[in-house]
């Protein structure tokens, strides 16, 4: 038993279902031109006599090996030329092995390996014709035919271009000498083989040529899948079309019994027009009938008015009258009392002053004429004492007066026939508003329920402040009735008011919807920032305001006044200038900054000392962000932007309809009811560092700011900046609880971030 190798492909099979390429089929004989060398080369030679595509076997590479020796033989090497006489395969076999007693040699194969490339490149078995053939013109007479004609058939369907038919006919010569060595065909097959390109690997080609089936495969079925969906389409863009037809058709009938009944609802309306035309000139003739008849009433109240007017006249001249000799005989009693004085010794110096001060008269103004009355004679005792006190008033002349002076937060407090006392104030909306002062069991007064005071000239103090749920805050008196009313510039000092003759202008440092600021020099002071309001934006008296909150804040982390600018032209805040401008821009301009942990606490704790100091001494800021702080040299930080401050010693404040906020950096208190407190600002705060740990981004960024509050109820808060400490995000979440009780004051929020960096920022110890 032989045991060999397992070749799985037969050359005849791969000839019959035509799967080789011709590079490939040239690959195929040069191998068996190759195997032949070997079996030629040996000593003695071997011949191989049964050279056919049977006998060709491949690998799964496609390199051809031949197989069978069955019949080969080695030629005798003490023969001549190694000749042997062995039978072999006859449809191969030249002439010389088909004779009687044949004697060949090596040269066999040589003729069965031009047979075998006439059936490679034809892919057809080698049949050859007759021997021998009728000579063309003579009967009888036949001759022998060569055997490349014999065998032309084969090359019929060949090229006859194809490189290796030379070959062929040269192995197939009918002579053995003709025919060239193996090895002369193995080089010819090599060089004819060294023209075509490289071939690939099979199996390479093989997974491509699997590749290519699978995708045609997957192709085919994709396209079956978009037939049975192109059918079902157009089956439903059908039964589309058929009910949008019926649809229209449902339309058009609509349509046209809608037409119908506009034209009939038409017809009706022309006649209601007519009836109403008919009726509105009835109308008309009758309200020319009563405008006639009002005309004479009118005038008839007019004159009654002026009657009454005239009598008044008479009343206020006899009053006036009354006033003088009142005066004329205090006058008398005061020498009386003089000339008793001087009478006196040094002891009566004192009652000479009371005296005098008591013959000093009193203006008083009635419908706006004024006459004098003495002193001594008004008793000014509780509301009696107060400037905006005006008991006589009535409710309509307080209107009226409010109205002509036309300023927002004009009032008047006077007596009410409902409650004890009334509060009018005129709105910016010019409207006058009239709040009762009401008194409860302890009386104690008060116009909303949350705030109780134990006497008037308390509440009123309050809501000079506070909006308190006014419409706005009781800012002035009207000049009307106080026309001796300070000016403005008497709020200050004659220490905090500065010439402007003394300041230099330079460069603007910032701009806003209503105040612009610029830098500047005064004195001794060196660098200054002035704070001025744009023309046509806003009331100067917003800016004293404002100023005037400021003279009350004394802390090094709040920005520092020097002074007003007040009665010489446009009002100016002059404060300290801080080198390096609003918060906001310098950590935008300085994103590094975010790295160093310490300075950005540094800048956290100072911000919160001095909210700290805000919400110790009873006032709300309502506005605190990095865009209202400022930088100066080695990050010192200091809150500004005090436009919005208010004094609430009880810590609630309820903002006057209309006022403005911002959205993003305020509780939902603040949104839904406008009510502002420490704890609104401890919100506030909380957003402050978180811009300050994302380098100044705009919170909430991409969300719109009535979509603000709908987030944050429903638990939505903005997320940790990539470089905050944990412990610092922490304290931002707490200052973000929707109940404001739930936060913690800036005292704690300060003992936090102190306990962050250690001893550095330790309180002073007496």
């Known amino acids: 038993m032989l045991?060999?190798?397992?070749?799985?492909?037969?050359?005849?099979?791969?000839?019959?279902?035509?799967?080789?390429?011709?590079?490939?089929?040239?690959?195929?004989?040069?191998?068996?031109?190759?195997?032949?060398?070997?079996?030629?080369?040996?000593?003695?030679?071997?011949?191989?006599?049964?050279?056919?595509?049977?006998?060709?076997?491949?690998?799964?590479?496609?390199?051809?090996?031949?197989?069978?020796?069955g019949v080969s033989r080695l030629a005798d090497t003490f023969k001549k030329d190694h000749l042997t006489t062995a039978p072999g395969n006859a449809s191969v076999m030249p002439p010389e092995a088909l004779e009687d007693n044949p004697v060949y040699d090596h040269k066999l194969d040589v003729f069965s390996y031009g047979c075998l490339i006439l059936h490679v490149l034809t892919g057809q078995l080698p049949k050859p014709t007759k021997e021998y053939a009728p000579e063309p013109g003579k009967k009888k007479s036949f001759k022998k035919v060569p055997e490349w004609e014999r065998r032309s058939n084969y090359i019929k369907n060949i090229p006859k271009e194809n490189e290796l038919l030379f070959l062929a006919k040269r192995c197939l010569s009918d002579i053995p000498t003709g025919r060239p060595e193996i090895v002369d065909s193995c080089h010819f097959v090599e060089q004819v083989l060294s023209k075509y390109p490289k071939m690939q690997n099979v199996m390479q080609l093989i997974k491509e040529k699997e590749a290519a089936?699978?995708?045609?495969?997957?192709?085919?079925?994709?396209?079956?899948?978009?037939?049975?969906?192109?059918?079902?389409i157009e089956k439903q863009l059908r039964a589309d079309c058929e009910r949008l037809t019926a649809k229209v058709?449902?339309?058009?009938?609509?349509?046209?019994?809608?037409?119908?009944?506009?034209?009939?609802?038409?017809?009706?309306?022309?006649?209601?027009?007519?009836?109403?035309?008919?009726?509105?000139?009835?109308?008309?003739?009758?309200?020319?009938?009563?405008?006639?008849?009002?005309?004479?009433?009118?005038?008839?109240?007019?004159?009654?008015?002026?009657?009454?007017m005239e009598e008044y006249e008479a009343k206020l001249l006899a009053a006036t009258t009354e006033h003088k000799q009142q005066l004329c005989e205090s006058h008398r009693e005061s020498e009386v009392k003089v000339s008793e004085v001087l009478k006196e010794p040094v002891k009566s110096s004192q009652a000479l002053k009371d005296t005098?001060?008591?013959?000093?008269?009193?203006?008083?103004?009635?419908?706006?004429?004024?006459?004098?009355?003495?002193?001594?004679?008004?008793?000014k005792v509780g509301l009696e004492s107060e400037d905006w006190f005006f008991p006589t008033l009535s409710r309509v002349e307080a209107e009226a007066i409010l109205k002509q002076e036309n300023k927002d937060g004009t009032f008047v407090v006077r007596n009410s026939s409902q409650e004890n006392y009334a509060i009018s104030v005129f709105s910016q909306n010019g409207n006058v508003y009239h709040y009762p002062i009401k008194n409860d069991k302890e009386k104690k007064y008060f116009v909303s329920e949350k705030h109780r005071f134990p006497t008037v000239i308390k509440l009123i103090e309050y809501y000079k402040l506070n909006g308190g749920g006014l419409v706005t805050r009781l800012k002035r008196l009207p000049a009307l009735l106080v026309s001796n009313q300070p000016v403005l510039s008497s709020a200050f000092d004659y220490k905090w008011q500065i010439d402007k003759t003394?300041?230099?202008?330079?460069?603007?440092?910032?701009?806003?919807?209503?105040?612009?600021?610029?830098?500047?020099?005064?004195?001794?002071?060196?660098?200054?920032?002035?704070?001025?309001?744009?023309?046509?934006?806003?009331?100067?008296?917003?800016?004293?305001?404002?100023?005037?909150?400021?003279?009350?804040?004394?802390?090094?982390?709040?920005?520092?006044?020097?002074?007003?600018?007040?009665?010489?032209?446009?009002?100016?805040?002059?404060?300290?200038?801080?080198?390096?401008?609003?918060?906001?821009?310098?950590?935008?301009?300085?994103?590094?900054?975010?790295?160093?942990?310490?300075?950005m606490l540094d800048m956290a704790i100072q911000i919160c000392d001095a909210m700290k100091f805000f919400e110790q001494s009873g006032f709300i800021h309502r506005d605190l962000a990095a865009r209202n702080c400022l930088v100066g040299y080695s990050n010192i930080v200091k809150v500004g932007g005090f436009s919005l401050a208010r004094f609430v010693p009880d810590d609630q404040y309820t903002a006057s309809e209309g006022a403005k906020y911002a959205v993003k950096w305020s509780p939902p208190e603040v949104i839904t009811h406008g009510r502002f407190s420490s704890k609104s600002d401890v919100w506030s705060y909380g957003i402050l560092l978180w811009e300050l740990w994302s380098s100044g981004k705009n919170p909430y960024l991409g969300i719109s700011n009535p979509l603000v509050l709908d987030k944050v109820l429903s638990g939505y808060r903005l997320e940790k900046p990539k470089l905050c400490p944990s412990k610092v995000y922490d304290l931002m979440k707490r200052s973000w609880q929707v109940n404001p009780s739930d936060r913690p004051s800036f005292a704690v929020l300060l003992d936090s971030l102190k306990a962050m960096v250690g001893g550095d920022y330790s309180d002073p110890v007496d």
């Not at 799967?19 to 080369?41: N, R």
């Not at 056919?52 to 590479?61: E, F, K, P, W, Y």
């Not at 339309?251 to 009939?264: A, D, M, R």
């Not at 209601?272 to 020319?288: A, G």
């Open 3 to 69: 045991v060999m190798e397992y070749l799985p492909l037969s050359l005849t099979q791969c000839l019959e279902r035509e799967e080789l390429s011709l590079q490939m089929k040239y690959s195929i004989l040069l191998d068996v031109a190759k195997g032949l060398c070997y079996l030629h080369g040996k000593r003695p030679p071997i011949v191989h006599r049964d050279l056919t595509a049977n006998n060709v076997l491949l690998t799964s590479s496609y390199s051809a090996k031949i197989s069978d020796l």
């Open 213 to 232: 089936e699978k995708h045609i495969c997957e192709l085919n079925a994709e396209n079956e899948a978009l037939r049975a969906e192109k059918v079902e």
């Open 249 to 308: 058709a449902g339309l058009q009938n609509t349509l046209s019994s809608k037409e119908n009944e506009f034209n009939y609802c038409t017809q009706v309306l022309k006649e209601i027009i007519r009836s109403r035309d008919e009726q509105l000139v009835k109308l008309q003739e009758d309200n020319v009938e009563l405008l006639k008849k009002r005309e004479a009433d009118l005038k008839e109240e007019h004159l009654t008015e002026l009657a009454a």
């Open 356 to 379: 005098t001060a008591q013959q000093q008269s009193t203006p008083m103004a009635i419908d706006g004429k004024e006459g004098l009355v003495a002193s001594n004679i008004v008793k």
């Open 502 to 599: 003394e300041l230099s202008f330079g460069k603007e440092l910032g701009s806003g919807e209503f105040k612009r600021v610029v830098a500047g020099q005064w004195r001794n002071k060196g660098d200054i920032a002035i704070k001025m309001i744009k023309e046509d934006t806003m009331n100067e008296e917003h800016l004293i305001e404002e100023a005037i909150l400021m003279l009350k804040f004394q802390h090094d982390n709040l920005v520092k006044l020097y002074g007003v600018c007040i009665g010489q032209g446009p009002v100016y805040i002059i404060t300290e200038l801080m080198a390096n401008g609003c918060l906001l821009q310098y950590l935008r301009n300085n994103q590094h900054l975010v790295k160093k942990t310490d300075i």
